[in-house]
């Protein structure tokens, strides 16, 4: 599953390719799985809008766009049709006469990528979105296993109440904490009174969202911490020493344009290269490039776990 830094490079790549492009129509498959907000909902909010920014937040991608005015007219095309073909052409809905910006939220889930291509590019099998910009350019959610979600939030309405008339409609945030930004003694804080292992709590999304196995395994190598000790018992040192490590392995990720140890590539379809910097993960048995102890794999929370027994105490 692509983990922050993935999503952060893909998010990165589409909002360099598209913002302030207007969407000219979408196209769904109809596929249930993969849509948390109903397909219609979808494209009534889409079509017609323009792109004001795409960015992460946790593990989903979060596409912010402003409705077009009521006179603009774009197709909108049934779903489950072939994304190619033509279908009738309507105006935009009256939500359009008051443009609140909406946001478009992308789960890639386990198999899920998001590209930028070019009209001639041959749609790939298990394409479940398709927004066709003005200039023709497709952005294009392909997912094999169907586990990524699509969603409309609507900041104005789903915030009604925490929301005066001289503030900023709130957007989506997440579940938990941004484990970029967190300050230490919030990160400290996070853990205090915790019983599970160190590695679940990095795992959980309510405490800080966007962190997966993989940059969990290797943060907790470069911090010398054994993924089984218990949250609560870490000391002050300890957590400070895996704050600055999470937060160094995430940024060298975004900076090499993530992991790809799987399905995922970029913006473009292109792969990653952090999976050559790892550590420990997936590197079972192999030799620990510090000290030379073979690496040991073991099971916490549900997920395989990679650590070395000399170096992680």
Not at 43 to 70: C, F, H, N, Q, W
Not at 217 to 244: M, N
Not at 258 to 266: C, I, K, M, T
């Amino acid at each position: 599953m692509p983990e922050l830094p993935e999503v952060e490079t893909i998010a990165n790549g589409v909002h360099a390719r598209v913002h302030g492009q207007r969407i000219a129509s979408v196209w769904t498959s109809g596929k249930p799985q993969t849509f948390k907000s109903p397909e219609t909902e979808i494209s009534d909010a889409l079509t017609g809008a323009t792109i004001d920014s795409v960015r992460r937040v946790g593990k989903t991608i979060v596409m912010t766009v402003t409705p077009g005015g009521p006179s603009f007219a774009a197709s909108s095309q049934r779903v489950g049709s072939n994304p190619r073909s033509t279908s009738s052409t309507r105006k935009i809905d009256s939500a359009a006469l008051n443009p609140v910006p909406t946001e478009f939220l992308i789960h890639l889930g386990m198999t899920g990528r998001l590209l930028v291509s070019a009209p001639g590019v041959p749609l790939p099998l298990h394409t479940h979105a398709v927004l066709t910009l003005v200039d023709h350019r497709e952005i294009r959610f392909v997912d094999p296993r169907r586990f990524g979600r699509l969603s409309i939030h609507h900041p104005a309405i789903s915030n009604q109440q925490r929301t005066t008339s001289n503030q900023q409609p709130a957007t989506y945030t997440g579940p938990g904490r941004e484990p970029l930004t967190i300050s230490l003694e919030d990160f400290i804080a996070l853990f205090r009174g915790r019983k599970t292992p160190i590695k679940a709590a990095l795992l959980n999304q309510s405490l800080l969202h966007g962190v997966g196995n993989i940059y969990a395994d290797e943060s907790l190598f470069r911090a010398g911490i054994r993924p089984r000790r218990q949250a609560a018992r870490l000391t002050h040192a300890e957590l400070t020493r895996l704050r600055k490590a999470l937060v160094d392995v995430l940024r060298h990720a975004i900076k090499l344009g993530g992991s790809s140890v799987s399905d995922y590539v970029d913006a473009d379809g292109v792969r990653g290269f952090f999976q050559l910097q790892h550590k420990v993960y997936m590197r079972t048995g192999q030799p620990c490039l510090v000290c030379g102890t073979p690496i040991k794999k073991t099971t916490i929370a549900g997920r395989s776990t990679h650590f070395c027994p000399h170096c992680q105490r």
